[in-house]
């Protein structure tokens, strides 16, 4: 179920289907077009399937996603080698003709990289004004082709070729576990230092925002569970630092730090300044919320 995400992209999506907070526009990338393909009509079903908090591939709303006649979603097909501004317009007469009869209006854009750049000031247009329950959805193998004008109106969804394994070293992860801890415990002399550290190499950012997001997380499952589960990382004193974690911060406090985490993410996957944000990620860690 949504396998090709990373756990930060797949809260993002169900924290909008479950707030019914949906955004007017997702980006999909990083992937191959099969990949990028299931991976959005798993979100769909996701979005509309009522049995399951992810899909069940049985309902009639599953099977009308998965047999493309759900009349709700238009998918737009590069026309040969590009897409056209011809397509665009279409699309755009379909959303000024958006009937409340049904649920959202959804337009899945296939390969938006492959744009011409008169199609993409139109498409532009459309970012610009959303409309009510109008989603549309781009799909993307890179995101450095897109214009940056339509990169800063959607929401970036990172898909992954393989299923992401995490692969931080126990050394990494007890300095995390600690640098936490410290923090929760009110000290925050060292929160510069160790932004600065965790950011100093670009490549790892994602997998440190990712481990501190599902550190977080198994503390709120630890908390609302209250059982000695095993969690999948079964590394050195996870458990301990769990435990540990829990006794510092209530239920409603882990859950503004996910929300901020998310936060974070998305803004460093919008380039901004990675060891700033983490320093205010760890800062509002630090204080009474
Ligand atoms: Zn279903």
Redo the contacts with the bound molecule.
Sequence with gaps: MLDNLFETEKNILLNHIDKDTMSHAYLFYGAGEDVLDKTILEFL?TLY?K??KY?????E??IKINTNNNIDITHIYKDSASIKIKQIRDMQYKISLSSSEYKYNIFVIHNADTMTIESSNAFLKTLEEPVKDTIIILSSPSKEILLPTILSRCIHIKVNDNKVTLSLSDEEKNYIFESLSNILKGNNLNNVNISKKLTKDKNKVENYTLFIMKFFSDVLIYKESNLDMTFNDKSSDYMEYIKQVNNLVTKDKLQKIIDKILYINEMINYNANASLAFLDLFIYIGEDI
């Design positions: 079903k399937c049995n399951s899909y069940c591939d049985e309902c709303e599953c």
